[in-house]
Every structure is written in structure tokens, then in C-alpha cells.
């Protein structure tokens, strides 16, 4: 899946889930091809980055994103979100708020890989 892929920055291995323009319905198999990937690494050996711009977030994703990043923690160094607006805020303090995890903000994706490749863990 495109979409949902890893990438190597700075010698950083980056999981990219991508929901940009996404309906909620293209969403959840996103989330569980996210899951599938991260969580057959080793433990806290990767970056993740979302992107949102554009993404329509309903319930039943949010319900599903609280579970992934709960499960998804032991494996992940540092987050970064990108894209994020109005609802999607708050949808990411909710997902935030359950998984007791901090996700970094960003207006675009170059920033959020800055963020990473400075990163020193």
C-alpha cells in the first residue's frame, strides 16, 4: 500500500501512514496495514509520521487510532503529525489523551521529517 509504507530519512526508518483527501472508510484498512507493519519491528525502533491534510476522521477511526497507537508504542520512537485542523485537533488530542503518547505537529511533511532526523535516539 502506498499509503501506508516505510521510508528510510537520515538513516531513520520512518513508517508513513498517509490519509491525506481520505474518506474514513479508505482510513481503516490504512490503520490496519500501519499496524500489520509496525508491529512486527523490533521495539522502539521506528519513526512514524501521519498525514492528515485533508482526511475526513469519523468515530470509528478515531476509536481504531486509539487502539493502534497504544499497540503500536512499544515499537515507535517519536511521531509526527502533519496536516492537522479544527477536528482533526481534536481527534489527535483524544488518540493522544488514550495512548498516554505525545505526537509532534507539523504543517508539512519536510518539517516533520526535520523533526526526526534531528532526533538523536
Known sequence: MEKAHFIEHMGK???????SNCQPSEMLPLIDECARQVQAQARKSIYTVTIATGGKF???VVD???K????????????AVVG???MQQVA???V????NRKFEMFD???HAKKFIAADQG
Open 92 to 94: 489527535l488530542m483524544l
Open 108 to 110: 508539512d511533511l519536510a
Open 13 to 19: 526508518k520512518v513508517f508513513i501512514l498517509d490519509f
Open 96 to 99: 493522544s489523551s488514550f495512548s
Open 84 to 86: 492537522t485542523t479544527g
Open 68 to 79: 493502534l497507537t497504544r499497540e503500536n508504542e512499544p515499537h515507535v520512537i517519536k511521531s
Open 64 to 66: 481504531k487510532l486509539k
Open 58 to 60: 469519523d468515530a470509528a
